[in-house]
């Protein structure tokens, strides 16, 4: 059975309550208002908790869009910073602890990201056109008049060492071209961000960031891209956009039952430092190490267990540590307590990282 909660959009620069209208997640859409803690407030929504992995990938996927469509236009007045997507609290109490913990680094993100839109690019090869190039090209168009030229006809062999000399000359243009492109582009832009190409006919998957005022400029760069490539290459940009690949916040709950038995099988005190973890975890590792015991699934699944276990303890201790100004992180109960995580997520960087 579901609970009541509050679900969080993003984090806006506002000192005061005020409403955005019936534009959230849920069905009839929910009341979108604010929860403000001194200069800042976080835009939310009351709706009943949802645990997203168990649900189906149309309510998935309606949902995110839901969640995207809110922050868009909540962007058309603020700056605002996004929160990931699914980000569920039980209670007002709650959100004003993410608020008061994580001030100082939403601060600092809202003024690092006044006045910018992301802009996403793809470019892609034009099939028809790509393939007929490489076709031509002297070393491919050889391979073939010879495979042509043999009276058996063409063999598996051939097949395969066709395609495997296309592939390469694909690969190259593409990384040629990729560069090229992202060149001319990150001009326009004070940052950018690549994501993988999900197949061989992507050239670049790219986030730019960029001030509202040279949305035009950035514009008037791509057509000329356009215009230089013809019909080799086919772009199209999406935006503009909150800066979700440059500044997302994730909040991660704890709580004490995860952090203990992460210690116990870590085989840590109560207390422990950053080296003292690290060294535990190495001296265990060698023992489950699938490459040391390659006929035992067991212990594959005891590498994969103590590989989060390090992990867990090493995200917790280390945002611990910074907000006690202290050598030794407290694994205690009553120190522990129910923590959450708050990160600002880049695509391009690591997590930067403040506990509540």
């Known amino acids: ?92 109490e709650e959100v004003a602890k993410i608020l008061k913990s994580g001030y100082e680094q939403f601060r600092k993100a809202i003024s690092l990201l006044y006045n910018k839109i992301e802009l996403d690019v793809v470019a892609l090869w034009n099939r028809e056109t ?14 073939k008049e010879k495979v042509a030229s043999n009276p058996a006809g063409p063999q598996l062999y051939d097949q395969i060492s066709l395609g495997r000399m296309v592939e390469k000359s694909l690969k190259k243009k593409t990384l040629e071209y990729g560069e090229e492109i992202l060149c001319a582009l990150k001009e326009k832009a004070e940052d950018f961000c690549i994501h993988d190409t999900l197949d061989d006919i992507m050239i670049l998957n790219s986030s730019f960031l960029l001030d509202k ?38 909040v991660k709950k704890l709580g004490f039952e995860a952090i203990d038995q992460a210690r116990r099988l870590l085989g840590l005190g109560e207390e422990a430092s950053l080296s003292e973890i690290k060294s535990a975890h190495r001296k265990l590792v060698f023992k489950y190490h699938p490459d040391k015991n390659p006929q035992k699934s067991s212990f594959d699944k005891g590498f994969n267990e103590l590989t989060q276990a390090y992990k867990l303890l090493l995200e917790y201790c280390q945002s611990d540590l910074e907000a006690q100004k202290s050598c030794l992180c407290s694994l205690r109960k009553e120190d522990v307590g129910d923590s959450m995580l708050i990160k600002i997520l880049k695509t391009s960087e690591e997590p930067k990282r403040k506990r509540a």
Do not use: W
């Not at 090209?137 to 050889?142: N, Q």
């Open 213 to 250: 005022d040279r949305e035009k400029d950035f514009d008037k760069k791509l057509n000329e891209l356009d215009e230089t490539y013809k019909k080799r290459i086919n772009f199209r940009c999406v935006g503009p956009l909150a800066p979700y690949s440059f500044s997302t916040i994730e």
């Open 130 to 143: 790509i393939f007929k190039e490489l076709a031509e090209e002297e070393e491919i168009k050889e391979f």
């Open 1 to 92: 059975m579901s609970e009541k909660g509050k679900y969080i959009y993003g984090i806006i620069q506002s000192n005061g309550k005020r409403g955005f209208g019936s534009i959230g997640l849920g069905n009839p859409k929910k009341e979108v208002y604010t929860i403000p803690h001194q200069d800042i407030s976080a835009v939310v929504s009351d709706l009943a908790i949802i645990a997203y992995p168990s649900m189906t990938k149309d309510k998935v996927v309606s949902d995110l869009f839901g969640h995207q469509s809110v922050i868009e236009k909540v962007m058309g007045n603020h700056t605002i910073i996004p929160m990931k997507f699914g980000t569920f609290v039980e209670g007002k």
